[in-house]
């Protein structure tokens, strides 16, 4: 299997080739519905998870709400 080299808030991390950014966020067990993703310093519409196929050298900031009370 290809791979590829991506940095996620920060850390450098090797990924499927053909990795979106939802597949991503599934592996790693992030819910879609309560993430903020960015990819190079641009926001993803959620809607747009599933089609945003990642790249060499992609830097990912992914962000979660938590709710506290």
């Known amino acids: 299997m290809n791979t590829i080299e991506i940095t996620i808030n920060g850390k450098k991390n090797s990924i499927a080739a053909d990795a979106t950014l939802l597949s991503l966020m599934k592996e790693m067990k992030i819910s879609p519905e309560k ?31 938590v709710g506290g009370g």
Do not use: H
């Open 35 to 65: 993430t903020v993703a960015m990819i190079n310093d641009i926001v993803v519409k959620p809607s747009e998870y599933a089609a945003a196929i990642l790249k060499n050298a992609d830097k990912i900031e992914l962000m979660s709400f």
